[in-house]
């Protein structure tokens, strides 16, 4: 059975890997494991005493910056909009100018074959991760970020959530600062819980089996034989659905500087889930995504991104749906949110060059740029200040309010170069737990042979 697994996962991570898109599955034990959105000014600075950057400001007239990166849609619509806002106005006559690739594999590999043959970008929005296989090649942005006169400033740094900062700090060096962060949420369906007799939104395990059994026995008591299996959670195994699952549980995938997925509370994860779809309270769909299914009530609860709210919102409307509906955390010991996403990293080159480029990055950073980047993707800000400035936002997107307000109980994703593929071993065995419909007494071999499979990918 433990082989079976093994050829399970494997499969599935080579088929994930070469169809690899631009939107990582979503966007993670945590660099912070503070339940608080603690702000990242509290953060001890790495360097409190750096050197001043020998450029003078007319040094910067002209020069051209180049970006590259994975937007699509409308955060490459945002992107685009906030770049030619900075061409037009910034005081320096800097000019970015971006280019786009299809996929993060796809940018990466672009990447590490410009440093070989010359050509490479000044900045590129890769996933945390993929940066630290870069580390020799980036600029320790700590340089910038505590500089006198080019630097941010304390009020500044305390303005962006810890949780969002840090995943880009790793053993002291800052290779990155945060591009964009999302999450994987549980959409829940207020009016049809009420219906079912809830009123309280379902924070612990308990009251979540409790209302997504509910929601199947509505399905099993109705006058239709082919529903009886509906009802409950529409089963996601999106590795950081598993990671969410697993910290809610207060388990993870780390410990200390390896990973170990066995241990006993991501054990209690699976075996909960498992107890779900056995009790038919979860189910496996055949859709392509939740969004017609929780239109339709076919589950009371359904896993999604953060940038997903406005296509979930748009099925509901099409299926003249109104119930009312929010997102949640994930539910366990306690509620658990992983945040992800890529960041923005600056690639060595000369003094005015970086230094222009960190001005640009500074720009994006600011409260009204975040606001802005906010509506149209529909993404977290990166600033906690830019929340002030979308209350219009908030009142007319509720789930993305929800979503905002559930900050507190946010974590970051391992950081760790090998992650980009060992995410996928999440996925893969939660899929491989319900479609071999797996015994609960072997669910530790499943986490045995993850952990294998974790540390071959980690030796490559």
Not at 37 to 61: D, F, R
Not at 113 to 138: H, I, K, N, R, Y
Not at 354 to 383: D, I, K, M, V
């Amino acid at each position: 059975m433990v082989r079976a697994i093994r050829f399970f996962c494997l499969a599935c991570i080579a088929g994930i890997l070469v169809a690899c898109g631009p939107t990582p599955a979503t966007e993670t034990p945590a660099p912070t494991t503070s339940a608080e959105v603690v702000p990242s000014g509290t953060q001890e600075p790495v360097s409190t005493s750096a050197p001043a950057i020998p450029v003078h400001a007319e040094a910067l007239k002209g020069i051209k910056v180049h970006i590259w990166h994975v937007y699509m849609g409308l955060a490459e619509e945002a992107f685009t909009s906030q770049l030619m806002a900075f061409n037009s106005t910034n005081e320096w006559g800097i000019a970015v100018y971006q280019t786009a690739y299809a996929s993060y594999t796809e940018l990466l590999e672009a990447v590490d074959a410009s440093l070989a043959g010359g050509g490479s970008p000044d900045l590129v929005v890769l996933l945390p991760e993929q940066a630290l296989s870069l580390q020799t090649a980036l600029v320790d942005l700590n340089l910038y970020v505590h500089e006198p006169q080019w630097g941010m400033s304390e009020t500044d740094l305390a303005d962006i959530p810890s949780v969002f900062w840090m995943q880009d700090e790793v053993n002291g060096l800052r290779l990155g600062i945060p591009a964009q962060r999302t999450a994987r949420l549980l959409a829940y369906n207020q009016t049809w819980a009420s219906e079912l007799g809830s009123n309280a939104l379902p924070l612990t395990a308990e009251e979540f089996q409790q209302q997504a059994c509910a929601a199947n026995n509505s399905k099993r008591l109705d006058a239709n034989p082919g529903n009886d299996g509906y009802g409950g959670w529409i089963i996601d195994v999106d590795p950081y659905t598993v990671l969410s699952w697993f910290s809610a549980f207060g388990g993870g995938v780390m410990e200390g500087d390896a990973y170990q997925f066995t241990n006993d509370e991501n054990l209690a994860a699976l075996a909960y889930l498992k107890n779900l779809y056995d009790t038919n309270c979860a189910y496996l769909s055949t859709e392509p995504n939740p969004y017609l299914s929780f239109a339709n009530r076919s589950g009371l609860f359904a896993t999604l991104n953060l940038g997903e709210l406005g296509m979930m919102a748009e099925m509901l409307s099409l299926a003249g749906n109104r119930d009312d509906w929010t997102v949640l955390p994930f539910p366990g010991e306690e509620p658990a949110l992983v945040t992800f996403g890529p960041s923005y990293s600056l690639l060595k080159s000369t003094d005015a060059e970086q230094l222009a480029a960190w001005l640009f990055l500074r720009w994006l950073l600011s409260p009204e740029n975040q606001a802005e980047w906010a509506r149209t993707t529909g993404l977290f800000p990166l600033r906690i200040s830019s929340i002030d400035l979308l209350a219009d936002y908030r009142t007319n997107h509720p789930q993305w309010g929800a979503a905002v307000d559930l900050l507190p109980f946010a974590k970051g994703a391992p950081q760790r170069a090998s992650w980009m593929q060992v995410r996928y071993v999440l996925g893969d065995g939660l899929s491989y737990l319900f479609r071999m419909n797996t015994p609960v007494e072997n669910l530790e071999n499943i986490l045995a042979e993850m952990d294998v499979l974790a540390q071959e990918l980690e030796e490559k």
